[in-house]
């Protein structure tokens, strides 16, 4: 589709385990539309981080076709991807990946800076996220659950045309996550974000547009007469 941001065809991925190779991923097809988020649901090890990380370059499909803004995977060079993640992919991660040196707004700025940017909204996306006292802390001054949301305002900021979650209200507690998760997917629609999000929380799934269940290395759509 012409719209589709990342298309993905028949990727296969296998680890080697001593002699044996344990293949994670097979067959798997996916299409990535501007302004849509797709969540993506299966039990731990099924391959949700490994699928991640093939969309953002940081590993290679052992077979398979794999487009990423109209480019294929095999024109990008390793500086192209690292460009990318920079500007156009924003990737977060459960450890929420902040530097520990850096206060939570230098943080935000960095990435900012990363991106080419001399001007960010930083200060806003704190506001919004409810964590604007935490702007002068450093990580380890602040809660796990306000970790994860600077993490968010660090991804928001550089201005992606895509973002690759990985359980983002993993750290939250239950009254956080339901305060925050209208804010993210808020912040998504507005900047007209292309969304793929690994969760094992169903409400956070039923909020994204579409879901599918990654089962034996697969994408398929979820049965939604079945239980999480």
Not at 77 to 92: F, P
Not at 187 to 197: F, K, N, Q, T
Request: net charge neutral.
């Amino acid at each position: 589709m012409d719209d589709a941001l990342i298309q993905a065809r028949n990727l296969s991925r296998s680890y080697r385990n001593g002699r044996e190779q344990i293949t994670v991923l097979h067959g798997l097809s996916l299409e990535l539309r501007q302004g849509e988020a797709v969540a993506v649901i299966g039990p731990s090890g099924s391959g949700k981080s490994t699928l991640l990380n093939l969309l953002n370059g940081l590993i290679p499909p052992d077979s398979g076709e794999l487009q990423v803004f109209g480019r294929r995977r095999s024109t990008l060079t390793e500086r192209d991807w690292a460009e990318l993640r920079r500007t156009r992919i924003a990737t977060l991660f459960q450890d929420g990946n902040l530097i520990p040196t850096l206060t939570v707004s230098r943080n935000i700025a960095f990435r900012a800076g990363l991106a080419g940017l001399s001007q960010h909204d930083g200060e806003a996306l704190l506001e919004h996220l409810a964590i604007a006292d935490t702007a002068h802390r450093y990580p380890d001054q602040i809660s796990g659950g306000q970790r994860q949301r600077a993490a968010l305002a660090c991804a928001f900021v550089m201005q992606p045309d895509v973002m690759l979650a990985d359980e983002p209200t993993g750290s939250l507690d239950y009254a956080t996550a339901q305060r925050v998760a209208p804010l993210f997917f808020d912040a998504i629609r507005e900047r007209g974000l292309a969304a793929l999000i690994v969760t094992h929380n169903p409400e956070l799934a039923r909020r994204c547009d579409r879901i599918l269940e990654l089962r034996q290395g697969a994408l398929r759509p979820w049965d939604s007469a079945r239980s999480f």
